[in-house]
Structures are given as structure tokens and as C-alpha cells.
């Protein structure tokens, strides 16, 4: 019962270097969610899916890119990491928008 | 804007103690609010939820009630164990988007 998988679970980034990383759901969820959360703040929208091939803009969406193209998998891509984005990101996904959202184990992201 | 606002932590309890953690909102409409728990090393999990005003959520011994006239949705348990400890966050949504608004996160340490 796998739930929201989240891939990497730590990295460690230079500035300048980029990544992507993974969220993975088995609940066949059309929503999902990305998420950082920083020390003193709660958790802020960076970009969502509400479907399959769709993507749009949280919160604070720059310097970040994400892609959905299988319903099951929701990327989340750096492509030049700042030592701003050092954060705890998390996952989330439900299967419509007014049900419960499960979350993955989180990535915890060092940009040095 | 929507906000939630939550007393800061760490919040340190013996075992067996009564426990109430602080959770105010500030919404334009009327939102449902909900009451996460993260768990050392584990992503966030919904504790309990209430979608209007007086209703009271509860589980696992946690409760919480709507309160609209403080804005308030205070979570509240009798009798902490060790295996409460965790960070809890507590959340508004408005119907309006569907979208969660976060607050920072209140840590609980429950000492033997």
C-alpha cells in the first residue's frame, strides 16, 4: 500500500546545478501538488495538476518547473538551484479536490 | 488575504498531560479546517477535520472544535503518550478553490 512515493528522500545541490524530482501515487489521484516548507512557515504552494497533462502555478512557483505526463507521476524540476531553494518538499495528492490529500515522506533538498 | 496562525513550539509535555495547541484563522468565507500531524520521518497525515461552524472533530483521542465566533479551532487531548510527539499543522480550505492554507507547524515533544 504505497500511497505518495517522493524520490529522492535527501539531496545535496551545488548552486547551479539542476535536478527533478519525483512524486509517484497508486491511487489513480487526478490531483496533485507540490509543496516546500521552510523553518517558522507553513507549508506554500509551488505547482499543481488537476489532471493528466496539466500543470499550474502556486503560490511561489519560480525557479521551478513541473510536468504531469502520466496521471500517476508529478515531476518537479530546479533547473538552476539557488541556495533560496533549500527546503523540504513535499507531495501531495487527492482524488478530487474537496477529498483528503496524502502526502509523500517528503525531499530534503541542500542547495550549498 | 486567508491565514492561519498557529502558537509556536516546541511545545514540551510529560506524559499523561493535557494538551492544547493554538489555532486561529483568519477567511473571507467560510472555510473547513483541518488539523494535520507529521510523524518523525513520515509525511503529513490528516488527524481530523470539521466543515462548519460547532462541529468537532475527532480521532485518535485529538478533537477539535469549529469555533466561529473566535475563529478559532483549537486541538485539544487528554492524555498525551510519547507516541504523540510529532509536528502538528493546522489548515484552512476554502470551497471557493480548494486550495489548503497552511500554518507553520507546532512541535510537541511528550517526555516519559
Known amino acids: 500500500n504505497a500511497g505518495v512515493t517522493q524520490t529522492p528522500k535527501f539531496r545535496v545541490l551545488k548552486t547551479g546545478q539542476s535536478m527533478t524530482l519525483l512524486c509517484a501515487q497508486d491511487?489513480?489521484?487526478?490531483?496533485m501538488y507540490w509543496y516546500r516548507q521552510d523553518p517558522g512557515m507553513g507549508l506554500r504552494l509551488i505547482h499543481y495538476s488537476v489532471g493528466e497533462g496539466t500543470t499550474a502555478k502556486g503560490e511561489v512557483p519560480d525557479g521551478y518547473n513541473v510536468s504531469r505526463l502520466k496521471k500517476q507521476n508529478f515531476l518537479l524540476g530546479l533547473e538552476s538551484a539557488a541556495p533560496s531553494q533549500t527546503s523540504v518538499y513535499f507531495c501531495?495528492?487527492?482524488?478530487?479536490?474537496?477529498?483528503?490529500?496524502?502526502f509523500g515522506q517528503g525531499t530534503r533538498l541542500t542547495v550549498v | 488575504g486567508n491565514s492561519v496562525t498557529q502558537m509556536e513550539g516546541p511545545v514540551t509535555l510529560s506524559e499523561e498531560a493535557f494538551l492544547t495547541i493554538n489555532c486561529t484563522y483568519t477567511a473571507t468565507g467560510y472555510p473547513s479546517l483541518f488539523w494535520y500531524v507529521q510523524y518523525p520521518g513520515e509525511g503529513l497525515q490528516l488527524l481530523l477535520k470539521?466543515?462548519?461552524a460547532d462541529d468537532k472533530g475527532s480521532n485518535k483521542g485529538f478533537e477539535a472544535t469549529y469555533r466561529k465566533e473566535t475563529t478559532s479551532f483549537h486541538l485539544e487531548k487528554g492524555s498525551v503518550q510519547v507516541s504523540d510527539s510529532a509536528v502538528y499543522f493546522c489548515?484552512?480550505?476554502?470551497?471557493?478553490?480548494?486550495?489548503?492554507?497552511w500554518g507553520a507547524g507546532t512541535k510537541l515533544i511528550i517526555k516519559p
Open positions: 470539521a466543515t462548519k
Open positions: 491511487m489513480n489521484h487526478e490531483y
Open positions: 501531495a495528492s487527492r482524488r478530487q479536490r474537496n477529498t483528503e490529500a496524502f
Open positions: 489548515a484552512l480550505r476554502m470551497d471557493s478553490n480548494y486550495q489548503l492554507i
